[in-house]
Every structure is written in structure tokens, then in C-alpha cells.
């Protein structure tokens, strides 16, 4: 089946730094992924909209300049959290569709657990 | 965009009885409903889906309702099992993107 897979799975930073996170389709290409943050015992919010080869798109109350998003291949979406401070620590967690899987077949990433101490 | 609301945020039943979580949204535009089940720390994972032009759909123990009109749809579970504890979240999709309810925590007593 599809996969979709993020790196890290965790990651601690101190404040005031930036993290890199990585979402890749591994068996196939996506031209636009979702990017979402889940607050602990809170539900998945939609961040941005990730498109292969143009600027994303951002959620109303999302700062771009904060969350930046780069999809520069058909396989690999990036989010890095500048500046990060305490309040970004969440579950990031990105999602793709396979082509197979018709027009509302998308699977998430295993997500990532931000830190930031 | 689309607003979601979901009740209850917590549900617990007994081994063997029917669990229900009934979701609105806001958006008629709306054409996707999915449901997920997500286990603590881990991916949402889609347990069963519902297009706009579809009134009713059955996987086994699960069925999902959907009324258009009242733009609400709900997940039934019928004859739950421990193992159908988790987070589960409806979602409301406009244009492929994907919005949630705020989850139940559901928790089936043995």
C-alpha cells in the first residue's frame, strides 16, 4: 500500500532555533500534500496546502512566514518551524494521495512530535 | 473555510453494545466525509467514507449516515469490541482539503 513517511518521528529543540521536517511519498508522486498540527488530546488542524513547484497555500491564522513549506519534488514536502518557541510544540502530521486511490484516497504520514523546550 | 463540530467528545459503552458520534459541518459545498480512528501517538487511520451523492454506507460493524440537508452524518459502531477504543474524527472535505471534528475518545468497557 501507499506510504507516506515523515522524518523525524520526534524531535527536541530549544527555543529561538528552526526544525526541519520532512514528508515523502515513497511509492509514488504526489503534486500536492497537506500539512496539519494536532495539539495533544485536540483535533488534526489544517495548516497548508503544499503544491509541487509553486508557493503553498496557507490556512487562515497560519503564519507563512513561520511555517515555511517547500515541495520542490513530486516526492518530498518540507516544513520547517523557524524561530520555534514553546506554543509550536504539537504533532505535525502531513498527508498525500496515492494516484490509485481515487480523488479522496489520502493517507497520512506517521507524524511528528515537536518539542520545543 | 469548513467548521466541524463533533459530539460527544468522550463515549464509553459496554463490550458488545453500539457506540454513535454524530458530526455537523457548515460548508453545503462539502462532497467527502471520512471517519478516522486514531490510536495515541499514532497516524489517523480512514475506517470508512462517505460521498455526498450517498445517504448510507456499511463496513461490517461500521456504517456511516449522511443528511445533506441538515448537513450532519454519523458514524455508527454496533457491537463494539475493546479494540475499537481510540480517538475517532469525522472530517468534512471542500476541494481535498480536509477539515475535523474535535474527536471522541471512545472507550469500550469489557
Known amino acids: 500500500g501507499a506510504v507516506v513517511s515523515q522524518h523525524p518521528s520526534w524531535v527536541i529543540c530549544k527555543s529561538g532555533t528552526s526544525v526541519k521536517i520532512e514528508c515523502r511519498s515513497l511509492?509514488?508522486?504526489?503534486?500536492?500534500m497537506f500539512w496539519y498540527r494536532q495539539f495533544p488530546k485536540q483535533s488534526l488542524m489544517l495548516m497548508a496546502t503544499?503544491?509541487?513547484?509553486?508557493?503553498?497555500?496557507?490556512e487562515q491564522g497560519v503564519e507563512k512566514d513561520k511555517f515555511l513549506i517547500n515541495h520542490a519534488s513530486l516526492t518530498l514536502s518540507t516544513l520547517t518551524v523557524t524561530s520555534a518557541h514553546p506554543e509550536d510544540s504539537s504533532f505535525y502530521i502531513c498527508?498525500?494521495?496515492?494516484?490509485?486511490?481515487?480523488?479522496?484516497?489520502?493517507?497520512f504520514g506517521s507524524g511528528t512530535r515537536l518539542t520545543v523546550v | 473555510g469548513e467548521n466541524v463540530e463533533q459530539h460527544p467528545s468522550t463515549l464509553s459503552v459496554q463490550e458488545g453494545d453500539s457506540a454513535v458520534i454524530k458530526c455537523t459541518y457548515s460548508?453545503?459545498?462539502?462532497?467527502?466525509f471520512p471517519w478516522y480512528k486514531q490510536e495515541l501517538g499514532k497516524r489517523p487511520q480512514l475506517i470508512i467514507d462517505?460521498?455526498?451523492?450517498?445517504g448510507e454506507k456499511k463496513d461490517q460493524r461500521i456504517a456511516v449516515t449522511l443528511n445533506k440537508t441538515a448537513k450532519h452524518f454519523s458514524l455508527h459502531i454496533t457491537e463494539t469490541q475493546p479494540e475499537d477504543s481510540a480517538v475517532y474524527f469525522c472530517?468534512?472535505?471542500?476541494?481535498?482539503?480536509?477539515?475535523f471534528g474535535t474527536g471522541t475518545s471512545l472507550t469500550v468497557i469489557p
Open positions: 498527508s498525500a494521495r496515492p494516484p490509485w486511490t481515487g480523488d479522496y484516497g489520502y493517507t
Open positions: 511509492d509514488f508522486q504526489a503534486t500536492t
Open positions: 503544499s503544491n509541487e513547484g509553486s508557493k503553498a497555500t496557507y
Open positions: 460548508d453545503s459545498a462539502s462532497n467527502y
Open positions: 462517505i460521498r455526498s451523492n450517498v
Open positions: 472530517a468534512a472535505s471542500l476541494e481535498y482539503q480536509f477539515y
